[in-house]
């Protein structure tokens, strides 16, 4: 009796803290949270509790403490953490009206917001140096090496099974947005392996558990290399720079060669550095873009006797070409600094690059646009820089 008793205690104690620490995620009684800015809202309750000492608090309190969020939004949070237990009376009386707050709820929101900045990969590198130090403790005896084999094999087969199923049937977008499953992986292995060793290396007997998370490791790397692939293979295609960690481009830029850079934005046209603009004129240009026509208004219909116009593209084409002609002047080719000069400010000579850049990237114009790497600096210039190089006719 007195043993069943103590599990008894034993297990309404986990239970009570696996309350206190899940109440955050709780919107009501048996539900979860689909707002995330209730998140913060239980935050704000918890750290009114900390700021209120020992003294604790009533609801109007917690309420003029929080005020920044609607009042019924949290009471209704005061109630949900009170139930789950999270908030508790100061003295447990029928009339008590101060309460006072645990501490697992705010360690759980703290781990909730590292989770989702960093995808739980601090954790799972603490996790292991933890195992590492129990397995490795003199007093550790095989029980203890077993249960931690046995947890970090679960821990990288769902890890393993996640990255296979998402390269299976998940879009690139999504597979993006789990990459960090994949980080640091190298890293992970290792500490997973040294646990391996010497767990086999102080009991031989229990080759069979470490066969397992080898065999869960390996696993593990097959599927980051498949995501890894499949990212890098779209983003290769498609130059969706986001579809890869910072540290791989940040890697990329630092390794290659300046043609192969320069081969990235091959086709791309940049604003040159701009003179800061007044306040009253960065106003009045968001206020301008921010003016749309809301009425719509029917294209003219053109009637029988009136020639059928000319199409878009065909309009575009000679426009495109008019401007080359204009700017070569009947010359076969023109300096670009001189073009930039000739317009007299960055906003007239950035309009002219932009249809420049476009005559050359038109199939049906016979006209090039070559950079260089030389930069021409005149700070007494409309704009004082100006990159160098040649628009001129070519024959295809």
């Not at 301008?288 to 084409?317: H, L, V």
Request: aromatic share 6%.
């Amino acid at each position: 009796m007195d043993a069943t008793l103590l599990d008894a205690e034993a297990e309404a104690a986990v239970l009570r803290v696996y309350r206190q620490v899940f109440a955050v995620l709780a919107r009501e009684a048996g539900a979860m949270i689909v707002d995330p800015d209730l998140l913060d809202v239980d935050q704000a309750i918890l750290d009114a509790f900390a700021e209120a000492g020992s003294d604790g608090l009533t609801v109007e309190q917690a309420t003029l403490a929080c005020r920044a969020y609607p009042h019924d939004v949290i009471v209704r949070r005061f109630e949900v953490l009170r139930q789950y237990g999270a908030i508790t009376k100061l003295v447990d009386r029928p009339n008590e009206l101060r309460h006072r707050a645990a501490f697992a709820p705010y360690v759980m929101l703290m781990f909730l917001r590292r989770m989702s900045v960093q995808g739980g990969q601090a954790e799972l590198h603490q996790l292991l140096t933890l195992e590492a130090h129990s397995v490795s403790d003199p007093q550790a005896v095989v029980e203890q090496g077993e249960a931690s084999i046995e947890r970090l094999t679960k821990v990288f087969r769902l890890l393993g099974n996640e990255l296979a199923i998402l390269v299976a049937t998940s879009t690139t977008a999504q597979l993006r947005e789990n990459a960090q499953l994949a980080w640091g992986n190298e890293r992970l292995i290792e500490q997973a392996e040294k646990v391996h060793r010497i767990v086999l290396d102080r009991w031989p007997a229990l080759h069979r558990a470490c066969t397992s998370l080898r065999m869960s490791l390996a696993a593990y790397a097959d599927a980051v290399q498949l995501a890894a692939g499949r990212l890098v293979e779209r983003a290769g295609t498609t130059r969706a720079l986001g579809l890869l960690p910072i540290e791989t481009w940040l890697t990329f830029t630092r390794s290659s060669e300046p043609e192969v850079l320069a081969g990235v934005l091959d086709g791309l046209l940049f604003d040159a550095a701009a003179p800061d603009f007044s306040p009253q004129t960065m106003v009045e240009a968001v206020e301008t873009g921010r003016r749309t026509g809301t009425a719509r208004m029917a294209p003219p219909r053109p009637t029988e006797d009136t020639a059928a116009p000319e199409s878009a593209a065909a309009t575009d084409r000679e426009e495109l070409r008019a401007e080359a002609e204009r700017v070569l002047a009947g010359r076969p080719s023109v300096d670009i600094v001189e073009v930039v000069d000739e317009a007299g400010d960055w906003i007239t000579a950035r309009r002219v690059l932009a249809e420049l850049t476009a005559a050359h990237l038109h199939d049906e114009l016979d006209y090039e646009l070559v950079w260089s790497d030389g930069m021409r600096i005149d700070p007494a210039a409309g704009t004082p820089w100006a990159t160098e190089g040649v628009f001129r006719r070519v024959t295809r």
